[in-house]
């Protein structure tokens, strides 16, 4: 899905790849693809809850819930865009 960036202008795109709960935590992959000037590496916890969270998992609403975030950053060659893995551990709600 195309999201607006969290710099306030301009689009990428963001996609959930797996999800899992387990014992009240929940395990979350998201993809973020695409160029920006600012980037798409963002490993400010509420940055990310309300930029990507909230959209692409509807359980996570406030950035109170993370436990871990962690980003792996890449560039596609193929596509010459930007790529960013976020995995999120957060607790249910």
């Known amino acids: 899905m195309k ?13 959930k790849i797996k999800r899992t ?11 973020v693809n695409g160029n ?7 490993d400010d916890i509420y940055d990310f809850v309300n930029w990507l969270g909230k959209k692409l998992d509807k359980n996570l609403t406030d ?7 962690r980003t792996e950053s890449s560039y596609d060659l193929q596509n010459h865009e930007d790529v960013c893995d976020y995995y999120c551990t957060y607790r249910c709600a």
């Open 36 to 42: 920006h000037e600012w980037g798409i590496d963002r």
């Open 3 to 15: 999201v607006k960036h969290w710099q306030g202008y301009g689009t990428v795109n963001a996609k």
């Open 63 to 69: 950035y109170r819930q993370i436990e871990r975030l």
């Open 21 to 31: 709960e387990k014992n009240g935590l929940v395990d979350l992959h998201i993809r």
